[in-house]
């Protein structure tokens, strides 16, 4: 029996990383939770590892995915000295026809594989097809056979996404995503069987597009983050079969949002930057929408001079916004005043960032309920931040009095922070009081 080889390569990376066994073993734990793996492992597993012994398969991609979010670069197999993985296994083959986008939407429906696919991390090493790439790889897409589709088939698409848009903003997504994937698996697919002119091919494909990015988003509200990511990358592929530049760039900004809210600044500015790059003839309001998003993810990098200047130009394309680019009317002050807020946050402006987030309450014309709830929050923490505990008690309190009626995986997320952040302060009345509201909730929803 051959005696096992130190892998000097794995040896190599993690001694780039600057961890020692003990912490590399401890985020490797963690990022097994995005998974829904509890892993146990420790330095002396490291050390296993280093001396030759192969970590399982499943644990092979998470040593991978782990290493080239310290280090901002993918790392493959060969790299780490793993050997490398059969062909069938990489997650990240495209959905090239219509057979797989189907097969990938019945899975996402079915209760016996929707655990499979929620384990999925979001990786750092995913690469968003560029435009002429999405363009050109989908061809199988913008062919039908079968039955003819018109005008209303597309615009049955475009009305079930505005509704279904519409029940996840007010009740959240855990009762809108199994109606969009429902709808995807069961009409969509069908639709995109059937034959079409080109023009209404290309509609299709366009709305099919915009509801996998919306589901995307409402998994991402899941905490489902790695389905999130691949919901978005076909989205992207749709986009790119139905040449729609429009969706194609909307997609890439909120795979950045993704990005930055998770703590990943390089992969969130990659994908902002290449949203404004690639988006033709802009309108300033679609500007400011691009700008604000690249605005955020270079202050998250650090870049001060980048995060200001984008911030400028989207102030500027704003305030030469008029009526058109309604697909981006939301962009509006209150979106503006929220970049304002995250850019002060991540350059170390706390002060400025709590106040720049409450003006962004008093701006907003229309509060979506899951939004002004998840808001409320994030204000909330930025209060306390600051030392103005009263005023984060009283912003908390609002955030209260929607979250029973929203169910959320982020919100969900920002109510166990805010119960941690209080217990150190249960001698204020007000901490108090919230903490005790707080706790008669977790009850009454069992958590």
């Known amino acids: 029996m051959a005696s096992r080889q130190p892998n000097d390569r794995l040896r190599l990376l993690l001694e780039q990383t600057g961890w020692t066994h003990g912490q590399f073993a401890r985020r490797l734990n963690r990022l097994g939770t995005e998974t829904g793996r509890t892993l146990r492992y420790d330095g ?22 782990l290493l080239s979010r310290r280090l901002n670069h993918p ?34 429906m079915d209760p016996s594989r929707r655990g499979v696919l929620g384990t999925a991390f979001f990786s750092v090493t995913l690469t968003a097809p560029e435009w002429a790439e999405a363009v050109s790889r989908t061809a199988a897409l913008r062919r039908g056979e079968g039955s003819r589709i018109g005008e209303g088939e597309v615009a049955t698409v475009t009305a079930m996404t505005r509704r279904i848009s519409e029940l996840d903003n007010e ?5 809108a995503r199994p109606m969009a994937v429902s709808f995807l698996a069961n009409t969509v697919s069908l639709y995109l069987r059937a034959d079409a002119s080109a023009q209404v091919r290309a509609a299709l494909l366009s709305a099919a597009s915009g509801l996998c990015r919306l589901t995307g988003y409402m998994a991402v509200d899941e905490t489902l983050h790695g389905l999130g990511q691949r919901y978005y990358l076909k989205a992207l592929e749709l986009a790119g079969a139905a040449r729609d530049h429009s969706a194609y760039c909307g997609t890439l900004r909120m795979m950045s949002v993704q990005a930055v809210d998770l703590g990943h600044g390089p992969v969130a500015r990659r994908l902002a930057d290449a949203a404004a790059g690639a988006a033709p003839d802009t309108g300033p309001r679609r500007r400011a929408f691009l700008a604000g998003q690249q605005a955020h993810a270079a202050a998250h990098t650090g870049d001060r001079a980048a995060a200001l200047r984008h911030l400028g130009e989207a102030e500027a394309a704003l305030d030469r916004a008029g009526t058109e680019d309604e ?7 209150a979106a503006l ?63 209260l009095d929607g979250y029973p009626r929203v169910r959320s995986g982020r919100c969900d997320e920002r109510f166990t922070a805010m119960r941690a952040l209080l217990r150190p302060h249960l001698r204020n009345r007000h901490a108090r009081q919230v903490h005790e509201r707080a706790a008669a909730l977790a009850a009454r929803r069992g958590s």
């Open 44 to 65: 002396s597993s490291v050390c296993h590892w280093l001396n030759g012994v192969l970590p399982r398969p499943p644990v092979r991609r998470l040593v991978l995915e």
């Open 75 to 108: 790392v493959t197999h060969t790299e780490a000295g793993f050997p490398p993985p059969p062909a069938h296994s990489s997650p990240a083959t495209p959905a090239r026809t219509v057979e797989e986008l189907a097969e990938f939407w019945r899975q996402d």
């Open 171 to 175: 009740f959240g997504t855990f009762h």
């Open 327 to 333: 697909g981006f009317a939301s962009y509006d002050p």
């Open 337 to 399: 005043m929220y970049h304002v807020s995250q850019v002060r946050y991540h350059l170390g402006d706390r002060q400025g960032s709590a106040d720049a987030m409450q003006a962004t309450e008093r701006l907003r014309h229309v509060g979506y309920r899951r939004t002004t709830v998840r808001r409320h929050f994030l204000l909330a923490e930025r209060q306390l931040a600051v030392g103005r505990l009263e005023e984060a008690c009283a912003t908390w309190n609002q955030a």
